[in-house]
Structures are given as C-alpha cells and as structure tokens.
C-alpha cells in the first residue's frame, strides 16, 4: 500500500520557535508538495520539489522554507513560528508520469500559541 | 491553471446516485480534470482523473463534455460513508523543464451530504 506519511499528527508550538515538519513517501515519487488547510481558504500550496534538492515556491510561501535532502523525504520548516500559521498541513507526492495522481498524508494539525 | 466552479453543496439520498458538476471553461489542451475528495480531518483522496474520454473506475465514473468545458463525477451508489468534500481540479501534465510539475490547485470544493 503506497504512503505519503506525515511525523505528527498534532502539534503545539510557541511563538518563536522554529518548527520542523517531516514527510516521508515510499513509491520514489519525483515530485512533492506542501499545502496548508484553513476554514473557507481550502488547500494553499507553500512549495513544492520537483527533485533533490529542487524547489519551488507555491502561492503562499512566505514564513516557510524547505528542504529536500533526500528523494523520499520533504521537510517544512516555519523559521519563526507565529499564531497565524496555525493550521492543518499536507503533504503529497506525485510521479512524471503524465497522468500521474498525488497521494497525501493524513495532515499535521499545528498550534502555535 | 485553469479554475474550476463547483456548487458548494449537494445532498444525495443513500443508494442513489450523486452527480457532481464541475465547470472549467478555460482548460487548455494539455490540461486533465481530476476529482479528489476529502473526508473530516484526513488528507484528500484520489478518485478518477481524465483528458477528453469518460473514465470509470471502481469509486466513481467521469463525463467530460465534447468541448472539455465541464465535467461530473458520479458516485452510482452513494453511502453515507460518501459524504465528504469533493475537488474537481484542472492540472497541467507534469513534465520536466516545466514549471508546473504537476501541482494541484484546489478550490472551494462541494460539500456532499449523503443522508439516509
């Protein structure tokens, strides 16, 4: 069974603080994304990674950074967490392929207080 | 990419089918229409996807009229477990040196409410 896994569920954090979200996939995927989900904004894409160490930036990248050290593994990271990125966050990846279809994780519920 | 317009909300009795429009006037040649959905607190779910033919899986069938402009899924049994947010989506193919690679716009979505 193909998994696009998320490290945590739920999360709180304090103002300040720099945070780290982890996704990881197993179906060698080249490319993956990172939304967040707000209340009557829908999915916003932050970044995504088309390759190794490849990034782009999405509709909303500000006060986000990534990394993509490895190909199974995209990382998001909040420099300065404040209480306005508090939020559910997805993660997916996607193949080449030209129909390819993308597979999420179950979401990282971050609090920031 | 192309936007999408979808009803915001839709009920469907349990056992009939639920038909979900989705209008994408401007969709270009190379572009696919996908439907996701998503149910309370998961991480959205692939469907079916399709470019100019109808497509049937085992969840869902898709009809995209002649001229590409608008779509409908169709769940031909809905059960309450079917009741969720549903994403119609136009997505450039991916393709390297591309600056798409394949991403996914979402919308507002349509709520369907699968009631018994």
């Known amino acids: 069974d193909v998994k696009v896994t998320q490290s945590s569920r739920y999360l709180v954090k304090r103002t300040g603080e720099k945070v780290f979200l982890e996704c990881v996939q197993d179906?060698?995927?080249?490319?993956m994304f990172w939304y967040r989900q707000d209340p009557g904004l829908g999915l916003r894409l932050i970044y995504f990674?088309?390759?190794?160490?490849?990034?782009e930036k999405g509709d909303i990248p500000e006060g986000y950074s990534v990394s993509r050290e490895k190909k199974e593994r995209f990382s998001l990271i909040l420099e300065s967490a404040s209480t306005n990125q508090t939020s559910m966050y997805l993660c997916?990846?996607?193949?080449?392929?030209?129909?390819?279809?993308?597979?999420f994780g179950q979401g990282t519920r971050l609090t920031v207080v | 990419d192309a936007k999408t317009t979808q009803p915001p909300s839709m009920d469907c009795a349990e056992g009939r089918a639920a038909n979900l429009p989705c209008n994408h006037s401007?969709?270009?040649?190379?572009?696919?229409v996908y439907w996701y959905r998503q149910i309370h607190s998961q991480g959205p779910q692939y469907i079916i996807h399709?470019?100019?033919n109808n497509e049937t899986n085992e969840m869902a069938s898709l009809i995209i009229t002649e001229d590409r402009k608008s779509s409908t899924l169709i769940l031909p049994h809905a059960t309450l477990r079917d009741t969720a947010v549903y994403y119609c989506?136009?997505?450039?193919?991916?393709?390297?040196?591309?600056?798409?690679?394949?991403?996914?716009?979402f919308g507002q979505g349509t709520i369907l409410t699968v009631h018994p």
């Open positions: 997916a990846s996607s193949s080449f392929a030209e129909d390819s279809e993308a597979f």
């Open positions: 179906m060698d995927h080249e490319n």
């Open positions: 990674s088309y390759d190794v160490k490849m990034k």
């Open positions: 401007t969709i270009s040649g190379n572009e696919y």
């Open positions: 399709g470019l100019k």
């Open positions: 989506i136009v997505r450039v193919a991916p393709h390297a040196g591309g600056t798409s690679y394949g991403k996914l716009t």
